[in-house]
T-cell receptor, first 115, second 111 residues
Framework: DGGITQSPKYLFRKEGQNVTLSCEQN?????MYWYRQDPGQGLRLIYYSQIVNDFQKGDIAEGYSVSREKKESFPLTVTSAQKNPTAFYLC??????????????FGDGTRLSIL | GQSLEQPSEVTAVEGAIVQINCTYQTSGFYGLSWYQQHDGGAPTFLSYNGLDGLEETGRFSSFLSRSDSYGYLLLQELQMKDSASYFCASPEIGGYQKVTFGTGTKLQVIP
């Protein structure tokens, strides 16, 4: 079955450490997204990508970085510059139509905490 | 930019009908989507309104009024499993697929 796989499910970061969250999809979708969700809050867009080797900053990109070297993969690195990284991170993908009206398919998320 | 506002919490009785509202302010507008998210889980797509009017999918319906910058999700014959958070979302007009999510409404269904 096609879907989106995020790993790990839980991740702990030490002070000053960079960590990378994995997101892989086999839906053949062009567009991929990373969102951050804090407890009781909505989804805030970190980065998004419409095609390979191209990505755009979302609303809260500071302290994060991404790459899109393959269509299937869109890893997110939480850098040491992100001072409050504790959150639930969700990766999503969708068909790219240029109109943004296609449903997004989400992975099961990664919970990141500070040690 | 875009902002989509929703009530933070709604409580309803099992078997009843509940409406979850979404008001938006956008510089351009394509349409409105709705997602459901159970606690600790991934959001799942429920519906999309590209045009004004009502879209029905089983027990769930969604409505859009562009003139009022307003939409709602209607859940009928509520079941306990409908207890979840519900988000409206809207894509931004432009060359990229940027989507903004609403603030979210936590629905609690009580017996």
């Amino acid at each position: 079955d096609g879907g989106i796989t995020q790993s790990p499910k839980y991740l702990f970061r030490k002070e000053g450490q960079n960590v990378t969250l994995s997101c892989e999809q086999n839906l053949n979708h062009d567009a991929m997204y990373w969102y951050r969700q804090d407890p009781g809050q909505g989804l805030r867009l970190i980065y998004y990508s419409q095609i390979v080797n191209d990505f755009q900053k979302g609303d809260i990109a500071e302290g994060y970085s991404v790459s899109r070297e393959k269509k299937e993969s869109f890893p997110l690195t939480v850098t040491s510059a992100q001072k409050n990284p504790t959150a639930f991170y969700l990766c999503a993908s969708s068909i790219s139509t240029g109109f943004g009206n296609q449903p997004q398919h989400f992975g099961d998320g990664t919970r990141l905490s500070i040690l | 930019g875009q902002s989509l506002e929703q009530p933070s919490e709604v409580t309803a009785v099992e078997g009843a009908i509940v409406q979850i509202n979404c008001t938006y302010q956008t510089s351009g507008f394509y349409g409105l989507s709705w997602y459901q998210q159970h606690d600790g889980g991934a959001p799942t797509f429920l519906s999309y309104n590209g045009l004004d009017g009502l879209e029905e999918t089983g027990r769930f319906s969604s409505f859009l009024s562009r003139s009022d910058s307003y939409g709602y999700l209607l859940l009928q014959e509520l079941q306990m499993k409908d207890s979840a958070s519900y988000f409206c979302a809207s894509p931004e007009i432009g060359g990229y697929q940027k989507v903004t999510f609403g603030t979210g409404t936590k629905l609690q269904v009580i017996p």
